[in-house]
């Protein structure tokens, strides 16, 4: 298996915004979530979160989903110089009402007027991303 946060997280936002241009918004909302989740563990790894050779984290407390990853890489960033990384990235936990279990929900169970705060949290993650490369922390 050959994980890349990275990869995924652009493949998901991608497809998301497919989805959701053909109004298939409970798709598009679960991999708006599965997007970020995987841009903010491209910036953990990149800043040194330690990972298995299968390329999960290795600390419980990272090997989580939204909305726990939220509060998760808040506290991994605080302080230092990855606090630049918080920036982009509202205080308030977008993710709260999102679920990795959405997966398995009948489609009118997601609710069509959280995708939009979803859709920009997962840009937030993404731009979160993009400094880190900017940086040249991680190609």
């Given at each position: 298996m050959s994980t890349s946060f990275?990869?995924?997280s652009d493949r998901h936002f991608h497809d998301a915004e497919?989805?959701?241009?053909?109004a298939r918004g409970a798709n598009a909302d679960h991999?708006?979530?599965l997007s970020a989740?995987?841009?903010?563990?491209?910036?953990?790894?990149?800043?040194?979160?330690?990972?298995?050779?299968?390329?999960?984290?290795?600390d419980k407390g990272h090997r989580v989903h939204m909305?726990?990853?939220?509060?998760?890489?808040?506290?991994?960033?605080e302080g230092g110089l990855?606090?630049?990384?918080?920036?982009?990235?509202?205080?308030?936990?977008?993710?709260?009402?999102?679920?990795?279990?959405?997966?398995y929900w009948?489609?009118?169970?997601?609710?069509?007027?959280?995708?939009?705060s979803h859709?920009?949290?997962a840009n937030q993650c993404r731009l979160s991303l993009e400094k880190l490369i900017l940086d040249g922390v991680t190609a």
């Open positions: 990275l990869d995924a497919l989805l959701l241009a053909q991999l708006f979530g989740e995987c841009s903010l563990k491209a910036v953990m790894l990149a800043l040194g979160m330690a990972v298995s050779p299968d390329g999960a984290p290795q909305p726990e990853l939220w509060a998760a890489f808040q506290s991994f960033a990855a606090s630049r990384y918080l920036e982009p990235l509202e205080k308030s936990n977008p993710f709260a009402d999102w679920s990795i279990d959405q997966r009948a489609r009118d169970a997601i609710t069509a007027s959280a995708i939009p859709r920009a949290a």
